[in-house]
C-alpha cells in the first residue's frame, strides 16, 4: 500500500498542507493537540490512583 510513497511524495503533500493551513494555524493546533495529551495522561493517572470503591466488596448492615 505504502510501496509507492517516497520522500519526494511526502515533501509535496507536506507544503500543500503548510500552503493551505499556514504556519500560523499548524502551530496553534500542535499547541492544543499537545495540551489535549498532556489533559488526558494526568486524567488517567489520576483515575489509577484513586481507589475504585464500586468494585470492593461491602459488608450487609447489621440490625
Known sequence: M?????IGHLL?????????FGTNR????GGD???A??????AVKD???A??????P???DQQ
Open 2 to 6: 505504502l510501496s509507492g510513497l517516497s
Open 51 to 56: 481507589p475504585d470503591t464500586a468494585d470492593a
Open 37 to 42: 495529551i498532556k489533559a488526558f495522561k494526568s
Open 58 to 60: 461491602r459488608k450487609p
Open 26 to 29: 499548524l502551530r496553534s493546533a
Open 12 to 20: 509535496v503533500t507536506l507544503a500543500v498542507i503548510l500552503l493551505v
Open 47 to 49: 483515575d489509577e490512583a
Open 33 to 35: 493537540l499537545g495540551t
